[in-house]
């Protein structure tokens, strides 16, 4: 509501003074309308030096002129608390992204070339080389329900790599319904396009997936999620298992995408079926192994690779005897 | 007269199972009976606990629950000189059978056994399992109607032939076909455990094998015989060798180990040999540690001996002449792709570490066992005693460490929460043998 208000007096005020460089934003303030009427009277030279009447405003001009980054402030200005302000940065933002996905579907999906999409065979999807990567996952463990595990995520040495470290303990909750306990995971998070759409991963062209991780001879477990608007859908995940080796050596490990199996709020389903790959909306990794005790995870980068040599569709076979309704 | 039969055995087995209700409505806790929600039921029914307990309420302090004993506790308390293991469970379990004909709260008996089973050590048993499921009454819980098919035919019971059937899987135990006869018998081909045993029998093998690193079952008790299996476990080259350099002292009849002689197993394998004789001994080696390695639910901690990364400018690449070896290339570049647009590369530079050379695992973590890892490793590697050694050891207290983020960062200058020792550098000249 404050910024339509906003936006009304916004253009109001363009009307007034058509002076006004375009650079400056639409939006304005209602500081601004009464700085746009006090420069009737004095005519600013260049509305990019602050002015000496608000100093406040003249900061936050300076701010749009330099067209930083949403919510990075240079170390030197005193950070402005402004509701104002960081509702147009975010709107400037998503406009901004907005542009960029219109601009990019030209190009190409996802903004390359489609010659370069189409003979892409390795491609990095996430990798660890700032703390920017590892804003791009959500840790979680068994603490939501109420048992004791911790888990911590951070970068690791020299900022190469990302660790995942923790304890686990399998002490079920007392809440009298849980008997068991015991799971840490780290979920990448869902990727968002403008106005916080949700944006999927299109991995068709790869069938393997690939990670360079160090661990500590724990096995994990995969997990991929598809991008769905369906409600009954949502706890429904692909999975498998990864095992790590343990020791100093950076270990590889590449599963074919054949080999997730499907399962339905924890439990494998009787009738399995391909993991399809168009839309991909994160991918999680999770420790359940029931042994109690610390844990460590580096990962280098995840990435996704055509493995020419692996022509398997689907590695779980239906069977009769279990889901008789599928052989009829 | 069957059915008479039928209904005595029917009247007795409610009255059991109203002896089971009694014991929860006397305020048994719930978790002495876990109920089992639909879940179970493979059925894909809604979960009941994800909406409950969104919201955690603040950790309870901690108290023991008082928990009121189970009806059939005492018949597996055993007396003081018997020793808790399969044959006392076994013998507890046929005597249950004894004390009632009419099998009266067998349910309760079950949970209760498969609770007990790991105080027994007998979890991953099958003669256990299928003894344990020949405590259900036969032929009695087998549908006999269309009406009993449609619903959940004496559904308590086959909730815990299904705990049972689920215990089996949790522990890794593969159902046989005396599993399967006992469940035909006891609850008929149609019916829940039926199924589960179907699942199992589909899904237990397709994973059996899945590990490419597999590590025993039963693990070795001998500490030095467990440093072994880990450090060979870890380390890929094959042809590496592994070494004891230190033995604990026997075990007497204090029976514990001597803590002044803790176990040193090293292992190095020729290429770390040849890599550690060609380092330049102006650049110092790194004693690392201790770093974790999960053996099944084992915890072994182990060092490592490396070198920091050379700088680009520094690096040689060794060439081979072509005209080495006239019979076949010494260098072949077999790549993966068909052809000239093929590129499985990933567009990353992968994160580098320097190269490491020897690895041990030692009872203690502190710098003299290790310099004796070093002195020993000198035996084979002459070049190290002029090369200076630098230990880099996190706080050690040789309990199972609890997660610091010291151990991963032994290059860091000690962080505020983790207690890091740097030591001097170390010149071994005195070539010790």
Known sequence: MALIHKL???TYILRKCPKRSTSLHPFLGIHFADYCSSSLQKPVAAPGKASSQRKTEGGLQGHHQKEVALDITSPEEKPEVSFDKAIRDEMMDHFRRLKDEIVNHWIGPEGRPLHEVLLEQAKVVWQFRGKEDLDKWIVTSDKTIGGRSEVFLKMGKNNQSALLYGTLSSE???????????YCAMISRVPRGAFERRLSYDWSHFNTLYLRVRGDGRPWMVNIREDTDIIQRKNQMYSYFMFTRGGPYWQEIKIPFSKFFFSNQGRIRDVQSQLLLDKISSIGFTLADKVDGPFFLEIDFIGVFTDPAHTEEFAYENSPEISPGLFK | MSWVRAILLARSLSRGWGGIFGATLTGAPISEVPPQTPQSFHCGAATH????????????????????LSPYEDLFRQAPGVERDKASFVRTVQ????????KRGHVDFIYLALRKMREFGVERDLAVYNLLLDVFPKEVFR?????????????RQQECGIAVLEQMENNGVMPDKETEFLLIQIFGRKSYPMLKFLRMKLWLPRFKNINPFPVPRDLPQDPVDLAKLGLR?????LSAKVTVYQMPLSKDWTGALDPTQPHIVGIQSPNQQAALARHNPARPVFVEGPFSLWLRNKCVYYHILRADLLPPEEREVEEIPEEWNLYYPMQLDLEYARSGWDDYEFDIDEVEEG??????????????????????????????????????LARSTGELLTSSPGLEEPARPPPPEGQEEEDTLQRQQQGQS
């Open chain 2, 233 to 237: 476990h870890m380390e890929p080259d």
């Open chain 2, 143 to 155: 549908p006999r109607n269309i009406f009993q098919h449609i619903f959940v035919h004496y559904p």
């Open chain 2, 355 to 392: 190269p490491v050379f020897a690895m041990c695992m030692a009872g203690a973590h502190d710098q003299a066992t290790l310099a004796k890892w070093i002195q020993g490793l000198q035996e084979t590697n002459p070049a190290l005693a002029q090369i200076p050694v630098v230990f880099r």
């Open chain 1, 8 to 10: 009304l007096n916004g």
């Open chain 1, 172 to 182: 079920a909750p007392q809440d009298g319904e849980s008997s068991r306990s015991g």
């Open chain 2, 49 to 68: 606990n994800s909406e409950l307990s969104l919201v955690p309420g603040p950790p309870e302090p901690q108290r023991k629950p008082i928990k009121a």
């Open chain 2, 95 to 102: 005597n249950f059978g004894q004390h009632n004909v009419h």
